[in-house]
């Protein structure tokens, strides 16, 4: 006899205008079970949540809750229909109470007025199903964070869930806390309450969850029974690796005609930032291209952002050129000839409603000016040049950059800092979310940058990138450099363990 | 064959009607502000008059230079609603300098120290706007709202709350003087919006300007210092209410601390959004807070001169603001 699912998606598909957002998704959670989903930065999981929960609607797919097909419109639909999410920050009300918060949108009502005695009963007894016994009248922010999640949870299972999702619900947790929170879990799930449980910490899947479903680019590609799996194995279907089989060499843009000097462009020592980066360290040399390589969460974009004086660091020591301190704003990293190509396009590297003219001169404004007035001859002719050169596909140069495809607007954020003419340019993601041909023509053009000289520091998740592109690649994880493979040392193999931390051969 | 070409022409057709939809829309201020005038031919008694012409021309100068400031603020993504109130102390500060003793005895100087100083307060309002608004990362609507309030109070103390009559035929220059026929304040009007569009359109700092409303986080990782840039449009806007109130002062020959840009803001946030600023930032379109002060300027004679109720022209106001922000989603789209 089989059981009847809980919950089953089947051939789940959703674009955002032209993009694929997910494309052959596919998830099966049995009763009571919790079941985790895992996949890279942009492999469809929050897409996934979203539909399932009412946020999204779906192109094309079945969604059946306990055998029944269903259609919620909206998060609140779907959480009467037994759906409840818990998301990365715990949206509750701060400054209301503890029972405000567990019974809002389905207050006990008496003569049309919120009968409160009976709420506060509801509330303790809500609680009181995971061992918590607090003042249900104080407000919610007198509670710690954690207790705050648990009341959170406490909320949705009030609701008489039969599927609670939780979006890295660990994500602000201290270890102890953590404890308390897998303890809930199994609670829910021997209520027979079924989690899906999303996050990237994969050591905590393997403590707390039955299943876990991978997806890679907006598809389904697995689901296996925890016991079944290895974190080596999961990672590698995460990145779609074989962890036995080694890609082809060309297929991407990269050839490594450049070769590197011996000249230290940038030295990196104990870098921390209090957080999620804890003891990061790496070297550029001249000409060279070094790769950062890890997982999600592993503090990549947060060590490059200090570097580029975005952020401020804790702790650590930075050489650039023959500057020896941190940049404080990034206006001094750009003077100093360091460049920044941000991983998300749209919030931090196009002005959406500015044209490609005036975003490409943007960082050259101040050496360009000549009293306060920008040459406009200069810069028509400066833009031409780029757009011939990295063949930007757009009607104009006076074209809105919002109109452009994400390939072509990565070519023009690129020229933007090529037009500094920087010694140190910092890639991150630079060919994420851009189609085939636009990426080899953007991997060519870092190599090019690179053989003339350029030090290019290039964060990647995708192996193959740093694999035939990089020199060497230094490996975070946790916030920590684990591993800097090179030579014949840097191949997908010894990567793969290496971001999956199991790097004892290749650490170096 | 023949079905496909009838196909390719309704096609064809639909551009064109979209361009034309377009069109109407890109340029709909201006064509409302046609559309007002050609109404008001029609209705309005004595409408194609010169007085006409001066009568309106006067009164729209102040809200038009309010709202070049505003324009450049919003653009910014921020707003200011200190702008009355800075109009107020400013129009108060300059006849408190001339009237003084020492602008008794040299009446020459104390003009030009009495502009002077009347901007100056408004650049260091703007400037305080823009401070507060950087060092403690406040919005701007709570940040402005502390000089809103205290900028009138200080006025009021300045003049012990009386209206200040003044002769002073240079300074009332300002406010009822004509160049070549046409009202100083108006020309004055025009020459700060040539001046600051072309700022805008070729200076570094109108670049920053729009980096900054379009993207802060993108502007700042670009190199752009978004404090500088927001402490810049602040003042600007400042000076530009302190010119406004000595405008005010000039017309009436008193200063009145209590009356002096009342609800300015509203009215200059208004002619900005009627222009085409977008409350979100990253747009500056000078020219149209000119057009969007004329068509608010223009409603109000309308209704006043064909006898509607002073109360009426206020909701008339909303209507106009309503339409504005509702064609602007339109263009978003």
């Known amino acids: 006899m089989v059981e009847t699912p809980v919950l089953k998606m089947t051939a789940i598909r959703k674009s955002f205008g032209d993009v694929p957002a997910l494309t052959d998704a596919a998830l099966t959670i049995r009763p009571g079970e919790v079941h985790a989903l895992i996949g890279q930065n942009g492999a469809g999981k929050s897409t996934m949540i979203k539909i399932l929960n009412g946020a999204y609607r779906k192109d094309a797919g ?68 995971f061992g918590l016994n607090l003042d249900v009248r104080q407000p919610l922010h007198h509670c710690n964070i954690a207790v705050q999640q648990l009341i959170a949870i406490a909320r949705a299972v009030s609701f008489d869930a039969r599927l609670v999702i939780m979006d890295e619900p660990t994500s602000s947790l201290d270890s102890q806390e953590k404890q308390v929170l897998f303890r809930v879990i199994r609670d829910l799930s021997a209520q027979g309450v079924a989690v899906l449980y999303v996050s990237h910490h994969l050591e905590e899947l393997f403590e707390v969850c039955d299943r876990v479903t991978v997806m890679r680019n907006g598809s389904m590609i697995a689901t296996h029974e925890m016991s079944d799996v290895t974190k080596l194995g999961l990672v590698s279907e995460m990145i779609g690796r074989d962890a036995n089989q080694i890609a082809e060499s060309g297929a991407t843009g990269f050839g490594k005609t450049h070769a590197g000097s011996k000249t230290v462009v940038l030295e990196l020592q104990s870098l921390s930032n209090g957080t999620n980066v804890k003891d990061a360290s790496l070297i550029v040399h001249l000409g060279e291209i070094v790769g950062l390589a890890g997982l999600l969460g592993a503090g990549r974009t947060e060590t490059v952002s200090m570097i580029f004086g975005a952020d401020q660091p804790a702790g650590g020591n930075m050489a650039f050129k023959e500057r020896r301190s941190f940049f404080r704003e990034p206006a001094d990293a750009i003077n100093a000839g360091i460049g920044y190509c941000t991983e998300d396009r749209k919030a931090e590297g196009i002005i959406p409603g500015l044209s490609i003219r005036e975003n490409l001169t943007l960082a050259m404004i101040p050496r360009m000016a000549k009293r306060g007035v920008i040459p406009r001859v200069a810069e028509r002719e400066m833009v031409a040049d780029f757009i011939d050169k990295l063949s930007v596909k757009c009607a104009g140069m006076d074209q809105p950059i919002r109109e452009l495809s994400g390939g072509n607007q990565q070519k023009v954020l690129l020229a933007r800092w090529m037009a500094t003419q920087p010694d140190l340019l910092i890639l991150d993601e630079p060919t994420r979310g851009i189609d085939v041909g636009a990426k080899r023509e953007i991997q060519t053009l870092i190599e090019g940058l690179s053989a003339a000289g350029l030090s290019v520091l290039m964060i990647s998740s995708e192996f193959e990138e740093l694999v035939e592109g990089a020199n060497r690649v230094v490996v975070l994880q946790e916030g920590k450099t684990i591993a800097t493979l090179t030579g014949d040392d840097l191949n997908e193999d010894n990567l793969l363990a290496a971001v999956a931390g199991e790097a004892a051969g290749a650490a170096v | 064959m023949t079905m496909a070409k009838a196909k390719d022409m309704t096609g064809s057709s639909t551009v064109a009607k979209i361009n034309l939809g377009q069109l109407a829309r890109d340029n709909g201020t201006f064509l409302a502000l046609i559309a007002l005038i050609v109404i008001n031919m029609v209705i309005t008694p004595n409408f194609l008059q010169v007085q006409t012409l001066y009568v309106n021309l006067t009164q729209v100068a102040t809200i038009a230079i309010v709202a070049i400031g505003m324009t450049l603020v919003i653009a910014s993504g921020g707003i200011d609603l200190s702008v009355g109130a800075v109009m107020a102390l400013s129009g108060a500060l300059a006849p408190f300098v001339f009237l003084s003793e020492f602008g008794m005895a040299s009446p020459g100087l104390a003009l030009v120290l009495s502009i002077a100083v009347a901007l100056l307060a408004g650049l260091l309002c703007g400037m305080f706007n823009g401070w507060l608004i950087n060092q403690f990362a406040i919005q701007p609507i709570v940040a402005t709202l502390v000089l809103f309030i205290s900028a009138r109070g200080l006025a009021q103390v300045l003049t012990n709350g009386n209206l200040q009559v003044f002769d002073n035929p240079a300074f009332e220059f300002i406010g009822s003087g004509r160049v070549l026929g046409i009202p100083f304040q108006a020309l004055m009007a025009v020459v700060f919006a040539l001046i600051l569009s072309w700022v805008v359109r070729r200076t570094a700092y109108g670049r920053y300007l729009l980096a900054v409303g379009g993207n802060a986080k993108a502007a700042r990782l670009s190199g752009i210092s978004v404090n500088r840039v927001r402490l810049a449009t602040y003042a600007i806007c400042g000076v530009l209410a302190g010119f406004a109130g000595m405008v005010v002062s000039a017309i009436n020959s008193a200063s009145d601390a209590n009356q002096t840009g009342q609800l300015m803001e509203l009215d200059a946030i208004a002619a900005a959004v009627v222009g085409g600023a977008n409350l979100m930032g990253g747009k500056a379109p000078i020219i149209g807070a000119l057009i969007g002060a004329a068509i608010i300027q223009l409603v109000k004679y309308t209704l006043l001169a064909n006898g509607v109720h002073d109360a009426v022209a206020l909701i008339a106001k909303a209507v106009i603001i309503i339409l504005a922000v509702y064609f602007q989603f339109n263009r978003a789209e």
Not at chain 1, 85 to 103: A, D, W
């Open chain 1, 62 to 129: 079945e969604i059946e809750l306990d055998g029944k097909p269903v259609r919620f419109s909206s998060p609140h639909e779907a959480q009467l229909g037994g759906i409840s999410t818990i998301f990365q920050e715990v949206n509750l009300v701060h400054y209301r109470s503890v029972t405000e918060n567990i019974v809002l949108g389905q207050e006990p009502k008496k003569f049309g007025m919120i009968d409160w005695p009976k709420a506060h009963r509801r509330a303790e007894e809500v609680l009181q199903r």
